[in-house]
């Protein structure tokens, strides 16, 4: 076993904090770290946070912080930063709206920054959660950057997906709509004291409507979808679904995190939602939600497989694309050739 593996089970924090640091830097070692704590994975629930820049999400996650703990769970926070363009480190802006729980030893919080990696998420944080779960956190809170449509890596590594979206006419949801209706489990119009509030509602709910209709032309065709299907728009607001309907329709919840308002109704549709999951629906969508995050590790280690064997190559067919001799077409069926012939010998 790895020598921080056992550490990080034990629950020491010193250990756990490392072994995120060698997880995040891509260490020598953190593979084997993670394969060992991988038979200890599996108790902690994770909630991904997500939306567009402002609303509020750091906030609502501080909040939520509160919540759980007054349940007694041990908390795991991964906050995803952007880069910064200087230090290629996080600029931590969500730690600063967190720490009122450093000194909480049933919180802990790591950021990491994206490093350029798209999806909202940095390419290690799914493997901090995973951490965060065998080092004993019963909630997990993963935190995106807010960059809109192309946030859909979240999914892959939460249960319960939160899209958060401030007040307003609706024209960065629509410029998004896509994306989001593809990965909200819940929705939450934060700052809902703000004027627009209720007309965000009405877009959400409109939105899910022409949802459902899209998805029943797909169904028609046998287009497979996500999983999500919108209800009736009258019932989409406040929908108390249980865990025995067919299909999760994403509820619409009004928050004021800053003044801890409207949190209970969200912790309750958090829980509607993991009961959802228990059902014959809810593990379909779990089984393609591994299959989406073993296709995105694959990928990855693939691509640092072929970095690592091509090298040179890559700069000479780059240098023949420069001067002529070759397309980028041709060029990288050429680097495929070679990278197949090297992983054969």
Not at 78 to 100: E, H, K, N, Y
Not at 201 to 230: F, N, P, W
Not at 269 to 297: V, W, Y
Request: proline share 3%; aromatic share 4%.
């Amino acid at each position: 076993m790895h020598p921080l593996a056992q550490r990080v089970l034990d629950g020491e924090v010193r250990a756990a904090a490392r072994a995120m640091r060698l997880v995040d830097e891509r260490a020598e070692g953190h593979v084997a770290l993670l394969k060992d704590l991988a038979g200890h994975v599996g108790r902690a629930y994770v909630i991904g946070v997500t939306g567009t820049p402002g609303a509020g999400k750091s906030t609502l996650v501080d909040r939520l912080i509160a919540l759980f703990r007054a349940e007694g769970k041990k908390v795991g926070v991964v906050a995803v930063d952007p880069t910064s363009p200087f230090s290629g480190g996080s600029i931590l802006g969500d730690r600063i709206r967190m720490q009122r729980h450093f000194l909480d030893d049933g919180v802990f919080i790591r950021s990491v920054a994206t490093r350029g990696a798209m999806g909202g998420l940095s390419r290690s944080a799914g493997d901090v959660t995973r951490i965060l779960d065998a080092f004993g956190c019963d909630v997990v809170l993963l935190e995106t950057v807010g960059v809109g449509q192309d946030e859909l890596e979240v999914t892959r590594h939460a249960h319960t997906t939160l899209v958060v979206v401030p007040p307003g006419g609706g024209d960065d949801v629509q410029a998004n709509k896509a994306g989001i209706l593809e990965i909200a489990d819940i929705f939450v119009v934060n700052k809902a004291d703000r004027e627009g509030a209720d007309a965000q509602v009405r877009h959400l709910e409109s939105m899910l409507a022409l949802g459902r209709e899209i998805r029943a032309g797909h169904a028609a065709a046998g287009v497979r979808g996500h999983g999500h299907t919108a209800a009736s728009t009258a019932h989409t607001l406040g929908h108390d679904l249980s865990a025995t309907d067919d299909e999760w329709t994403p509820p619409i919840l009004k928050t004021i995190a800053a003044r801890n308002e409207g949190l209970e109704p969200l912790r309750q549709a958090i829980d509607r939602h993991r009961a959802f999951l228990a059902t014959p629906k809810g593990r379909m969508h779990h089984e393609r939600q591994e299959r989406d995050r073993l296709l995105g590790m694959f990928r990855d280690t693939l691509v640092e497989a072929a970095l690592t064997t091509l090298g040179p190559a890559i700069d000479e067919e780059t240098a023949r694309v420069l001067s002529g001799a070759h397309d980028p077409y041709t060029a990288c069926e050429h680097l495929l050739a070679r990278f197949r012939g090297e992983t054969r010998g």
